[in-house]
């Protein structure tokens, strides 16, 4: 009588766990939803860069991107849109804008932002946060170091006239 009532509670029991879909989950359903690069070819001709570097929107986005380490596992595979200075520790929510003179400005969407309808097409939003080497009328920025030294000179041409003058 005993064994009876093991019998139909197990049964009970076998029935829930498939009715759920615990015995029909698929194998990749057990990962963690991550980033997934968007499309940027479009706004590469409209941004060249010369160093690496990376914007976040969200804080806590941004601290899931670190410095790679050569010997460590990356858990998402990333190229084409994370340069290889940098590895992804986690999921983002929002979207981060990361650039490398070999990848040119790219944007990682994450899992929140992959529900809006376009998201693959929106990379125009990393051209203001990407240090692209020219402005918006495609005319190369100069460094800050660059505007000083010219300063300096024009001061010092101003300054030796003046000088010649007197």
Same mark, same amino acid.
């Given at each position: 009588?005993?064994?009876?009532?093991?019998?139909?509670?197990?049964?009970?029991?076998?029935?829930?766990?498939?009715?759920?879909?615990?015995?029909?989950?698929?194998?990749?359903?057990?990962?963690?939803?991550?980033?997934?690069?968007?499309?940027?070819?479009?706004?590469?001709?409209?941004?060249?860069?010369?160093?690496?570097?990376?914007?976040?929107?969200?804080?806590?986005?941004?601290?899931?991107?670190?410095?790679?380490?050569?010997?460590?596992?990356?858990?998402?595979?990333?190229?084409?849109?994370?340069?290889?200075?940098?590895?992804?520790?986690?999921?983002?929510?929002?979207?981060?804008?990361?650039? %490398? !003179?070999?990848? +040119?400005?790219?944007?990682?969407? $994450? &899992?929140?932002?992959?529900?809006? *309808? #376009?998201?693959?097409?929106?990379?125009?939003?990393?051209?203001?946060?990407?240090?692209?080497?020219?402005?918006?009328?495609?005319?190369?920025?100069? %460094? !800050?170091?660059? +505007?000083?030294?010219?300063?300096? $000179? &024009?001061?010092?041409?101003?300054? *030796? #006239?003046?000088?010649?003058?007197?």
């Amino acid at each position: 009588m005993h064994t009876g009532k093991c019998l139909v509670a197990w049964l009970i029991v076998s029935l829930c766990y498939i009715g759920l879909g615990g015995a029909s989950k698929d194998v990749n359903e057990g990962r963690i939803a991550g980033p997934l690069c968007s499309n940027c070819i479009k706004i590469q001709r409209k941004c060249t860069v010369s160093h690496s570097g990376l914007f976040c929107k969200n804080k806590t986005d941004r601290e899931k991107i670190l410095f790679s380490n050569s010997l460590g596992q990356k858990l998402y595979t990333l190229d084409e849109c994370v340069p290889h200075k940098y590895n992804v520790t986690g999921p983002i929510l929002d979207w981060c804008c990361l650039w %490398s !003179p070999k990848l +040119g400005c790219q944007q990682l969407a $994450g &899992i929140y932002y992959q529900n809006q *309808s #376009r998201w693959k097409d929106t990379c125009e939003i990393c051209l203001h946060s990407c240090i692209c080497d020219e402005d918006s009328n495609g005319v190369v920025k100069c %460094s !800050p170091l660059a +505007g000083w030294l010219a300063a300096l $000179g &024009i001061l010092g041409i101003l300054l *030796s #006239r003046s000088y010649l003058r007197s």
